[in-house]
């Protein structure tokens, strides 16, 4: 603390107390005192065994290894990486080379002296050997949750709501003019629809051009059927159909 290019007092370190104390013995009269809130205490750090509960739960299939999929940082992890992918297994990793707490401690939450370790829906399966040998008597692939086929999810997509449109961006924040124009027209008609950015999914993008064999965006579908893109919906809205053609009431 300076007063008159003299240091009259200092704190070390965050002593909230003697902060406020030193103030009171060097304020000047009529000056308003700053006061400093105490400083809430610390939350209590997670249990491990809480944490490695959540780690090995946090995806139906957790793969803790020395790096990750796509960079595996040694031979086993890679190997058991190349087996779960020839499955088209989903799954995710935890980098154990990034955490030495959860590196030694799930040694010892499940009993396994080595990595990598593969966990089916909070259950350890095994390390390298176990999964090799479960991969060549064909037990892995009735155990390992599988990637979604694109057709699949497409369908799904396509289906969750009565009335999805795949876009550009949002109907707050369109991001081409194509997709502003038809989201305007639809929220004329108090018709309630959903959207999908495609410009956040370049999987998505791609294959719903030849899963609907419509080449553009934006596209919209009803019970999962493809209606068409902005031109069909202009002249459903031209020819005072379209609000029936949508299949739904208004709101």
Not at 75 to 104: C, M, P, Y
Not at 206 to 212: A, C, F, G, R, V
Request: hydrophobic content about 35%.
């Amino acid at each position: 603390m300076i007063k008159n290019s003299n240091e009259v007092a200092r704190v070390n370190g965050s002593n909230v107390p003697l902060l406020n104390k030193k103030i009171e013995e060097h304020y000047k009269p009529g000056l308003v005192i700053p006061t400093f809130p105490d400083a809430p205490a610390p939350a209590p750090a997670q249990d491990l065994d809480t944490r490695l509960k959540n780690l090995v739960n946090q995806d139906s299939c957790m793969l803790f290894m020395k790096g990750n999929a796509d960079v595996p940082r040694c031979g086993f992890s890679k190997k058991v990486v190349e087996i779960l992918n020839k499955h088209e297994a989903k799954f995710s990793t935890f980098d154990i080379l990034s955490d030495e707490e959860v590196r030694q401690g799930l040694k010892t939450y499940s009993n396994w002296p080595t990595y990598p370790q593969l966990y089916v829906d909070g259950e350890l399966i095994g390390g390298f050997d176990i999964i090799k040998e479960m991969d060549e008597n064909g037990e892995l692939n009735t155990v390992l949750p599988k990637k979604q086929n694109i057709q699949e999810r497409l369908k799904k997509l396509t289906n969750k709501s009565q009335v999805m449109v795949f876009m550009k961006g949002s109907p707050d924040k369109p991001r081409c003019g194509f997709s502003k124009t038809l989201t305007e027209i639809l929220n004329g008609t108090g018709v309630k629809f959903e959207t999908f950015d495609i410009l956040e999914d370049e999987v998505v993008r791609q294959e719903l051009k030849s899963y609907s064999n419509w080449p553009t965006y934006p596209q919209v579908y009803v019970n999962g059927e493809l209606i068409g893109g902005l031109d069909i919906i202009k002249e459903l809205q031209a020819s005072g159909e379209l609000v029936s053609s949508l299949k739904i009431n208004p709101v």
